[in-house]
C-alpha cells in the first residue's frame, strides 16, 4: 500500500491550499482517512478524521478554517485549507486505516508528507 500525497507549498497568509492524498496497491477497503501536521520542533498533532461514509471531525488546529473530504471511488482523502496563518506552517501527513480481507485485521499506513509554508 502506497500513499501519495500532493498539493502542499508556499503560499500568502490568508490564502488556501487543497491537499490530497491517494492511495495504491492491494487491499480490500479503507477506513477512515486522516490528517496530522507536525510543525519543526513540535509534535505530531491530529487534525481532521473522516469515516468510509464521510462522517468528518476535527481536532485543535483544523477546526473552523479547514475541511476534510474523500473520494472513495478514487482512494483519495482532501484537507482544503482556507484562512491560512504562519503557525500553519508545517510538514501536513495522511493517515489510513486499510483493512487487509475478511479476518485479516487492519493497519495503519502513512503518507510522505507534504510541506506547507504560509508566509506573513
Do not use: H
Amino acid at each position: 500500500v502506497q500513499l501519495v500525497e500532493s498539493g502542499g507549498g508556499l503560499v500568502q497568509a490568508g490564502g488556501s491550499l487543497r491537499l490530497s492524498c491517494a492511495a495504491s496497491g492491494s487491499f480490500f477497503d479503507i477506513n477512515a482517512m486522516g490528517w496530522f501536521r507536525q510543525a519543526a520542533g513540535k509534535q505530531r498533532e491530529l487534525g481532521a478524521g473522516i469515516s468510509p461514509r464521510g462522517s468528518a471531525s476535527y481536532v485543535d488546529f483544523a477546526k473552523d478554517r479547514f475541511t476534510i473530504s474523500r473520494d472513495n471511488a478514487k482512494n483519495t482523502v482532501y484537507l482544503k485549507m482556507n484562512s491560512l496563518k504562519p503557525e500553519d506552517t508545517a510538514v501536513y501527513y495522511c493517515t489510513v486505516d486499510i483493512s487487509l480481507g475478511p479476518g485479516s485485521g487492519t493497519e495503519d499506513y502513512w503518507g510522505q508528507g507534504t510541506q506547507v509554508t504560509v508566509s506573513s
